[in-house]
């Protein structure tokens, strides 16, 4: 008989949903901690582009294990150029993190089938002249217009806005994708860009939303007339 054992992150908790990178500090930490009280995991992490290429940081230890019911930090360092990135806005990447827990001594002569679980997390580099405030506040500045039946929401701000919710007359809207953006980025609004959206039919009136901030907690709402 084969048995199946799922783990991983599901005991492994990620201190954050997001990652904002100051391009003035030589490092960043990522807090990690094992609340399962009888297993220890086996954490594995790297950062990509948001296609999944491998991209210029390097996390410290790469590879760590976590004994039971402990906690680690975790360093993130950008070993790339700076120069190579934008200077008037954020860029995005991400950090991966899969875990995998040891095998319970019950279980090591069985024939058991063990998964390794993954997360990942939005690592925002962010040039030292923009200013944490500024980002607090700029999905305030979004401004939205129709077009038939599409949403379409623009960015001014050198700020990536991560979306949590967005309604036209109440009725929720959905992220039009496509082969250049990524689903995982579908609900962000990029730096000076833009992203459009699907209203049903029959949804009229005040486009509402609200977004992510920096520490990964729900803003208030906000309304425009369309």
Known sequence: MVRQKCSGIRRSYLGGTRIIYPSNKSEVQMPIKNKDDNNKYLVQSWVTNVDGVKAPFIITPPIYKMEANSQALLHIVFSGDKAALPQDRESLFVANVKSVSAMPAELKDKNTLQFAMKVQLKLFWRPSNLKEVDALSAWEDLQFSRQSSQLIAKNSTPFYISLLDITVGGKPVTPISNDSIPSAV?????????????????ATGKVSWSAVNDYGAATGKKQQQL
């Open 186 to 202: 579908s609900m962000m609004i990029p730096p000076f860009g833009e992203q459009h959206f699907s209203i049903p039919a029959g």
